[in-house]
Structure formats: C-alpha cells, structure tokens
C-alpha cells in the first residue's frame, strides 16, 4: 500500500503543486518570524548586556529602586541615596580598584532651529571618568569641556553628527554651544533612548544637568579590585551604602534591561505569529479542498483498490501518509525560504528599529524554530487531510467503479447546517451586545474577537447558500452577457460546496483587512470630531514637559500672550493660567481661570448647572472632581492655599479637557494665587481670512526667544495620528497579503483541479462551437465569481466588525465607510479571480479535443 501511495504521488504530483505551494508559504511566515524574533531577541539582549555588563557592581538610588527597579528610569533623587561622600566611602575599600559617579537630568538640546527636541527634554548624562559604561559608535567619549556625544538616535533625528556644533540649554534656560565628538549607541535603555541623551565630561555635567533638589548621583558604577569575586564586591559595597540604595551586579542590571526588551520583543513576536496563524488556516482550507478534491476525483482509483482487498484503513492511511509527505517535503522548503525571509526581515527591520547602528547580531536559526515549523506544516496537512481521508473510506466499491469521471452536481444545504449556523450568530449577537454594552475596557476585545470567531463559523456553514444566493443575483446578467457568461454561472452553482470552500479562504483575508480599515476610518473621525470639540483653536502653546524648575514655575511667559494679542492675524488669544491649591481637604489640587474670552468658548456641554452663572467666588468643577468632592450644583468647595475661601460650584462639566479639574475667576485667580500661578496655555484662533500658514509664522515668531515652548495645531495633531493609521494600515495588509495570496493559489488551485475534472466536458463544448476565447473566458468568469463572492462576504462582515471594535474602545465612534479602499478590495478580488484562472484557463484551452473525448 505504501507503494502504491508513493506510486499516486507521483501520479499526481501536478495536482499537489499547489497545496504544497500553499504551506511552503504559511510555513515561510511561521519561520521567518520565529527567526526573526529570536535574532531580534540576541541583538537586545547584546545591546543591553554589552553596556550593563561590562559593570561589576551598579549602585542605584532608591527612588529608582522602588520603581523596579530600572536603572534607566530617571531617578527620583531622594538625598543621600549616592552622593560624593558616598563615593569617597567606597573609594577607600580595598576591593575597589575604581568608582565613578554619574550624573543624569533634563539637559534640552535644540535642532536646527533653536527649538528644544521633543516634548520631553533630552537626557543629560555624565560619561567618562575612572568607570565608562558606555563606548562611542562613532567618533570618541567627550574629554574636553565644550564637547559632548549624543546617542545615536537623536543625532539621526535632528540630522547631527561628529564635528557639528550644537546647543544644549543649562538649568538657567541659557544655551551653550558644543561640539559633537561622538556617538553612543544606547540600545534599548527604558526611558533614555526615547527622550535621547547628551553626554558630557563628568566636570561639565555638574554644570548642565540639572538635579532634584537634595539628591546626589542617579548611579555608582563600581570595578573591584583584581582577584576580589563579584558578589563579595556587592556585600561589600551593599554595607557601605546601607539601605540608601540598591546595589547590585551589572549582570542583574543587564538581565533585568534584556528581560524587558524581551517582553516587549515577545509581544511583536506574537503579533507576527498571529498573522502567521491567519495565514496557516487558510492554507489549510486550500489543502483540505484540494485533498477533498483529489479523492473525488480518484473514487474509480481507490475503488479498484477495494476490488483487489485494501480495507477501509489501508485507504485512510495511505491518504494521511500522502498527506504527512507532502506537509513535511513542503515544510521543509517553508523552514529554508523562511530563514531567508528571516534575514531579510532582519536587514529591513533593522534599519528601522536602530536607523543609524543598525542590528549586529549574527542571524540567529535555532533549532526549535525549525522543529516547531515542520511540526506546525505537517500538523496542518494532517488535520487538513483528516476529513477527505474518512471520505474515501466510506465509498461503496461497486458504486465507485460506476461512477463517471464527469464532474456532478452537490446535494442540497440540510437544515442541521442552517439551524446550527443561526445558532452561532445568537451566540455572536449575544457576546457583541456585551462587548459594545458596557465601558470600554480590554475584556471586550476578547469578546470581539471570540464573536468574530463564531461568525464566521456561521459564514463556513452558510456558505454554499451564499454561493447559490449569489449566482442566483448575477445569472440574469450573465446570462444576457453571452453563452461563456451563462456556463460559468451554472458551473458555479452546480458545486456550492466546492465553491464555497474556495472563497471562504479569500473571505478571512479580505474580512480581516476591511475590519482594519473600517475601525482606523471610524476611529480617525471620531478623534477629529473630538479633537475640534477639545481644541476649538488653531494652534496651542505650552512648556516641554519636565522643563528646569524654573521654567516650570513660569509657565508660558505672560509677555508671548501679550505680543499675539496685539497681531491683527489672530483673533481670539486664549491665557490658561494654573496653580496648586487645597480644595477642601484635598491637597495639591489643580486649579485654573481663563483670560482672553469667555468659558463657555472652551466648554460647549456642561452635565448639570448653567456656565451663564459663573461668575466671581463661583466655581466649575469637572465630573470626575465633584464626585470625588461629593458636591453638587449649588453647593459650597472651600479652595485656597493658607487661607480658604467658600465658592459655589455653579456648573459640572462632563469634560474640561485643557481646563484643570476645578476652575474660577480671573479675579479670584489672581487675588489667591498670584505668588504661585501660572500660565499654562496659551490658545490662538486666527481671523476669518487668514491662511493657516501665516497663522502659525506670528505665533513662531512670538515664541522665537523661549526654545522650550512647544506649538500644536489641530491640524498637525489630526496629521500625526492619520499618518500613524496609514501606517498601520499598509503593515496590516502587508501582513495579510500572505494569507490572501494564498487564497488566490486556492482558488487557482480549485480552477485547475476542476479543470481536470472536466476534461472531457471542455472537449465536447469545444466540440459544439466554443472557441478557445470563449472558454477561457468562462473559466476565468468562473474565477471572478468565487473571489468576489468570498471578498463581498469578507467586506460585509468586517464592516460589521470594523465598526464593532471602534465601539468596543472608544465610547462614541460613527461608522466610516472607506469607499475608496472597500471599492479597491473589490477590484482587487477581480483582478484575483482573472489571475488565478490564467494557467487553469490556458491549459483548458489548448487540450487537444479528439484526444479528450478519447479519455475514459
């Protein structure tokens, strides 16, 4: 039997090409990410070991300690934890051969343009000394007083590199000029690779880098003395520092850092292989028609087989064993076209991840990796091949062997099928209406995702009355379109089943990428709706976040709001001031007023109260306050700083965006908190008339001399997160493009097989007056009704989920349409369908007639 069965594989190995193309390429994305990964994975770790590791001992401050502990996280200073008679202390240990403390707070280097980078101040850091954990990528460590090295990020950045001058502000907001000696290569390091860093000599740190009040060195990097063990060195130094600090190994620090560049790894790692799974069912709905396909076809076959004494299990393992050799040949190709998908996810992914040092670890392939994708291919066409397997062992010799070789028509859709599909969409309506039904919150995405599921398990059940629905809808015009127009849609409709299997591959692709496409629609004007109900201005100017103290203290300099009152270009000018207050028996509560305009410019909806009543020693609160308070409208909120004063809460607001938590007077403002308020905003609407360009040149110029203010606009904020969607887009169908080429190969795959199945019907219609044209034309119509079917059915239900999930996570979201997308999904599965009938067609076409209707 086994012969036999090696004997039909190469019989039929045509037939299989496809199939086995299918899993080279599920297995090919399975690999490649796994491989990927696992490189991705050695690079971090080498990274974060690399500078950490070099380190015998770390001593870090307890307010970093508390936190994590994260050695790159700032520090919160707390003093005493590390500071210069620390050092001194262990200086005199005999089993430290060098110490050196490091400096590390907000140091703003400006671009070009004079402008701080980011909204958060770059890292000031000392390096160099008796200890260096880090090493120059480029050029050298700074060693003289007007020079620094900046990571490699920010360099690429701001378009910076070695012998560029720069600017860097000091605590006193003023800036100085350096000279860029080098770049450093931080790796993945927390929160200072995302805000970039300037480093300076350890002299000229205590100048730049400004330090919490009281607090002495964020680190101790410790080298003990030759012969003396690591962890002697750690309970040595542990000692002496005493419970001010953490103290331990630069192994520990490392692992510490590496675990978390792990788990964030881990969680790209299981997104990619969330697509792969995508793509690896899909390939198993192409194998199983294919297998399905293939034991009709040869029922005379396995029926002779019978006659001549193979039992029922001789006949399910021999298909089960073409289906195990053909998982594990074509797996095998997947592992080897995965390795280099792998590589070159690598050399491309890299230049993203680390765009100036790129990624160089050595291409990691372990041989879990290729053990689990074999496993996970040959798995896949086991279980694939499972049901057509059982099929062949149930065929009765006799009829078998009376059976034409002509393709036949399908029983009818039983009402089991239909009564269990309408199940499954209760089930799915049950969990959507809990899903959409309460706050948003991470549990309904799982809901959604577990509806989504039992939908289209209900669509799988449904699916041949879709494909009889369907070629009911469209026979009247093709039928009028001429007689290829009219076959193709009865060859259609005369195996549902087999047509649905097809297109149900083509729906999960084309369901999953409407879904995305119709949530980031959805989603993206939402948040511009309410972002112009937040920001019903054009542009907004505030101080970088963690600013020096000072500037923080200051706030938006009163005299910018006063130069863009004067500018005929804008016409209303906004002040936001702040201040710290005691409201009630709450301390360090927010507190704002507004100049420049009315209240209710800013806030358009309040849930109870009128905003016409405030007025002086009377209040807005927000809702989240006034429950937190206990008070309603009409009640009294003692708020001041010393010495309170009563206010009646007239309003409560559903939403005070850029307003504080608890808002009053002007007047009020200025008379209680004069000594410590502030402006923290300032708002600009331009005049009717004025382009948005001219706009936003006065309100640059306002703030030409402070290089820590920050502009925003609503328009640039709207570009920012549509540029993110788009991105996120093309990734998601760059991702799924892989299980919809495979769907495409099935249908190929079902236009072939059927193809051959209908060798000798081709002929006679060839042979009654069809040309050639016409019946290539008819297969490829044949084609186009599968793919457009199963991307209609994959269009309709995204829709449905697509905006489902915007609801899921946000409160209020419309549905969106993206027509233009939804229309190029369209075209998108005509242009399939003509393509995967290409070959199939063509082969149909130059069959010699005589020598088909000669076939038995």
């Known amino acids: 039997m086994l012969r036999t069965t090696l004997a039909g594989l190469r019989l039929h190995k045509r037939r299989l090409f496809t199939t086995a193309l299918a899993i080279v390429l599920g297995i090919m994305f399975v690999t490649g990410t796994l491989v990927f990964s696992d490189t991705l994975r050695a690079d971090f770790s080498r990274q974060v070991m690399g500078s950490a590791g070099k380190i015998d001992v770390i001593v870090t401050a307890t307010g970093v300690a508390k936190a994590g502990p994260d050695p790159d996280e700032e520090p919160t200073g707390e003093p005493g934890a590390s500071d210069v008679e620390t050092v001194a202390a262990l200086r005199d240990l005999p089993e430290i051969e060098s110490v050196q403390g490091v400096l590390e707070g907000p140091a703003p280097l400006l671009d070009r343009d004079g402008r701080a980078v980011g909204y958060i101040p770059t890292l000031g850091m000392s390096v160099g000394g008796e200890v260096s954990r880090y090493e120059a990528f480029e050029g050298r460590l700074p060693t003289a007083d007007n020079e620094v090295a900046l990571d490699t990020g920010s360099a690429n950045d701001n378009d910076f590199g070695v012998g560029d001058t720069v600017e860097v502000l000091d605590p006193q907001g003023e800036p100085r000029s350096f000279t860029v000696v080098g770049l450093i290569d931080l790796g993945i390091q927390g929160s200072v690779s995302q805000r970039g860093a300037v480093a300076f000599t350890p002299e000229r740190a205590q100048e730049m880098v400004e330090l919490p009040a009281g607090s002495g060195y964020t680190r101790i990097y410790v080298m003990g003395a030759e012969g003396v063990p690591v962890h002697q060195l750690q309970e040595e130094v542990a000692a002496a520092t005493g419970e001010a600090a953490q103290v331990q190994t630069g192994q520990e620090v490392g692992e510490t850092l590496a675990e978390r560049a792990g788990a964030e790894l881990e969680i790209m790692r299981s997104g990619l292989l969330l697509f792969a799974a995508v793509a690896m069912f899909v390939a198993a709905i192409v194998i199983y028609n294919t297998f399905a396909i293939l034991i009709a076809q040869r029922q005379r076959e396995m029926a002779l087989l019978r006659c001549l004494g193979a039992v029922r299990g001789q006949l399910f393992r021999g298909v089960l064993v073409e289906a195990v050799i053909v998982g594990l040949l074509s797996s095998a190709v997947g592992v080897l076209a995965g390795i280099g998908l792998g590589a070159a996810g690598l050399t491309f992914g890299a230049e993203l991840m680390y765009p100036t040092t790129g990624a160089t670890a050595g291409l990691v392939v372990s041989p879990l990796a290729v053990l689990a994708s074999l496993g996970v291919g040959t798995l896949v066409t086991m279980g694939a091949a499972l049901v057509p397997a059982l099929g062949a062992t149930r065929v009765a010799p006799l009829a078998a062997l009376r059976a034409g070789a002509t393709l036949g028509s399908e029983k009818g859709v039983g009402w089991l099928r239909i009564v269990a599909a309408v199940a499954l969409f209760g089930i799915c309506g049950a969990m959507v209406a809990l899903a959409v039904g309460g706050d948003p919150s991470p549990r309904n995405l799982t809901l959604i995702v577990a509806a989504g599921v039992t939908c289209f398990l209900g669509v799988v059940l449904l699916s041949p009355l879709l494909v009889r629905g369907f070629v009911w809808l469209i026979s009247g015009p093709m ?58 201005v054009d542009y907004q100017i505030m101080r970088q976040l963690g600013t020096t103290a000072e500037e923080q203290r200051q706030g938006v300099p009163p005299a910018v709001a006063a130069e863009l009152r004067q500018t005929p270009e804008l016409d209303k000018v906004y002040s936001l001031h702040e201040a710290d207050a005691h409201v009630a028996e709450q301390p360090q509560m927010r507190v704002s007023a507004l100049t420049g305009g009315d209240l209710t410019e800013i806030v358009e909806e309040t849930t109870s109260g009128d905003l016409a009543d405030f007025t002086d020693q009377t209040t807005v609160l927000s809702q989240p306050m006034a429950e937190m308070l206990g008070v309603e409208v009409g009640d009294q909120v003692d708020i001041g700083t010393e010495q309170q004063r009563p206010y009646e809460v007239v309003a409560v607001t559903s939403e005070t965006e850029a307003l504080a938590p608890i808002v009053v007077a002007y007047s009020d403002f200025t008379e209680q908190f004069a000594d410590t308020g502030r402006i923290q905003l300032v708002a600009v609407a331009k005049a009717e008339g004025i382009e948005t360009t001219q706009a936003r040149d006065v309100v640059d110029a306002a703030v030409a001399d402070y290089p820590t203010l920050g502009v925003q606009s609503a328009a640039e904020l709207k570009q920012q997160y549509t540029d993110m969607f788009n991105v996120m887009f093309l990734v998601v169908a760059a991702l799924l493009s892989m299980a919809i080429l495979i769907a495409i190969f099935g249908i190929a795959n079902t236009m072939a097989l059927s193809v051959l199945e209908r060798t000798r ?17 008819m297969l490829s119509l044949e084609a186009v009704i599968v793919s457009v079917l199963g991307a209609l059915t994959g269009i309709a239900v995204g829709i449905v989920f697509g905006w489902i999930t915007g609801r899921a996570v946000l409160e209020e979201v419309s549905l969106v349409l993206p027509g233009w997308q939804i229309a190029g999904f369209v075209a998108a599965a005509v242009l399939a369908g003509l393509v995967a009938a290409v070959l199939p067609s063509r082969r149909a076409a130059r069959a010699s007639i005589t020598a088909a209707l000669a076939s038995e």
């Open 761 to 777: 019907e081709s002929a006679l219609l060839r042979a009654v007056g069809l040309s050639r044209a016409q019946l290539r034309w």
């Open 479 to 536: 039928r009028s379109s001429g007689v290829p127009g009219r076959l193709a849609a009865d060859n259609a409709g005369r195996t549902p089943k087999r047509a649905a299997t097809a297109m149900i591959a083509l729906t999960v692709g084309a369901g999953l990428i409407t879904a995305f496409s119709v949530f980031s629609a959805s989603v993206q004007s939402s948040l511009d709706e309410q972002l112009d109900d937040r920001m019903p």
